[in-house]
């Protein structure tokens, strides 16, 4: 061997044997960043169930700002609107996913995102597949309501001003809770009807009421995925109809039902689909609907369409063909060709669009004056953004997480 040759593997080796050492400068730890405040209407939550968390995006900025972890189950935060803290109802248990187990009320910093204080509650509250309805907030945010299921039915309340456990309401019959004014909430019971509970100023019980059936739960019942317009929450049945529930008034009262569909649309098998089906922009009064084609029962399939509607006339006034949200693989975008030159870099995008099914189990709708139509699927960590007054679409945002699930925008809109 040349003696050049054995030189040049000796310094190699020497090379290799030689400890390696990065100058890295030394990180401080510790540090809290603080968001820009007050928060911006196109800034939304994505929950995560595989994550076990809820991520804050910038929907402009394709953003990912922050994100609250909350226990076992799926995630449904809550928000303030005279305070700059937010609710977060969790469940933990000391192995994970078993041993003993813990309810709590996390109570985190706006600004922040920092926990700040939490409150103990019983450890039964419900948690299913999708967190709508299990959790309000009353509207003068005094006091936080959870729906607990053991199996029997009742609700627990918590003062989240003097951060306590205030007691707990049976609920027999009745599932789920919807905010009603400033000390009183509703649930829906297995009959068609609603019950009510009104609270003293120590958050106990200070009256209850069973109103009269006002849907056929045999015939044609209604989701639990209820949308609020003022001081009316809308249900939709699983035949597409809108019941208006009125909680402004002593006794609760009931609109008149009226239909998503014409006959043209259920001849064409149209229903309503997905796991949170329903959105709606307060300031024009108009309501989303998230759409697909099958048979009796599919009620939960994903949606190929938003159709648009005015709620004071019940006039549909527009259709949107969705598109898939976007493809991540744990938590990694899947964007082939992206880097491609043009037209090349194309072709990932029409592949995605014209080929892969859209998926959309979630919608949502931001509430400010230009409002942004969201849509997630639940198997990738993905939204689609859409212009919620056109139905354009705009962009995809990516990566959210692993999964997507349920779609918060609290900032922009009218209190409620």
């Known amino acids: 061997m040349k003696p050049t040759i054995v030189i040049s593997l000796l310094a ?16 401080t730890t510790g540090q809290v960043e603080q968001l820009p405040m007050p928060p911006h209407p196109h800034w939304a939550w994505v929950g ?48 994970g996913t078993r041993g003993e187990r813990a309810d709590v009320v996390e109570i985190f910093d706006l600004a922040t995102l920092a926990p700040i204080a939490e409150v103990v509650i019983p450890p039964k509250r419900a948690t299913n597949a999708v967190a709508l309805g299990h959790a309000a907030l009353s509207d003068d945010d005094r006091f936080l309501v959870t729906f607990n299921w053991t199996t029997g039915t009742s ?28 000390r009183r909430f509703f649930s829906i019971c297995a009959d068609g009807s609603v019950f009510t509970v009104t609270l003293d100023d120590n958050g ?21 995925k209820a949308v609020r317009y003022g001081n009316q929450w809308l249900f939709v049945s699983f035949d597409g109809k809108i019941f208006p529930v009125d909680a402004s008034n002593p006794e609760v009262r009931f609109g008149e039902p009226w239909s998503l569909l014409g006959d043209p649309d259920r ?50 006034l527009m259709r949107v063909e969705l598109r898939n949200p976007g493809l991540t693989l744990y938590g990694f975008a899947i964007e082939i060709g992206q880097t491609w030159p043009w037209p090349f870099n194309r072709l990932w995008t029409a592949v995605l669009d014209r080929m892969v099914p859209a998926q959309v189990g979630f919608i949502q709708v931001t509430q400010d004056d230009a409002p942004l139509l969201l849509t997630a699927s639940q198997f990738f960590g993905s939204i689609g953004v859409y212009d919620g007054r056109d139905g354009r679409f705009l ?20 209190p409620p």
């Open 395 to 414: 962009r995809r945002v990516q990566p959210t997480g692993w999964t997507s699930d349920v779609l918060v925008a609290p900032w922009g809109g009218p």
């Open 204 to 224: 106990h019980e200070a009256a209850r009421a069973r109103s009269q059936p006002f849907f056929d739960p045999k015939a044609d019942p209604v989701t639990e």
């Open 48 to 95: 995560d169930l595989v994550l076990q968390r809820t991520s804050l995006m910038d929907l402009d900025a394709n953003r990912f700002l922050g994100m609250l972890n909350g226990g076992y189950g799926t995630i449904m935060p809550l928000f303030a609107s005279r305070r700059p803290e937010i609710y977060l109802p969790a469940t933990f248990y000391s192995r």
């Open 12 to 27: 190699v080796i020497a090379c290799c044997a030689a400890p390696v050492r990065a100058e890295v400068p030394a990180e």
């Open 155 to 182: 609700l627990t309340v918590v003062d989240v001003e003097k951060r306590v456990f205030a007691g707990e309401i049976a609920t027999p019959g009745c599932s789920l809770v919807f905010a009603a004014g400033p």
């Open 267 to 316: 001849e064409q098998s149209w229903r309503i689909g997905g796991m949170q089906h329903l959105a709606l922009h307060a300031r024009s009064g108009r309501l989303y609907a998230l759409m697909h084609q099958g048979g009796p029962d599919t009620h939960k399939e994903p949606g190929e369409e938003v159709w648009l509607y005015d709620v004071a006339s019940h006039r549909r």
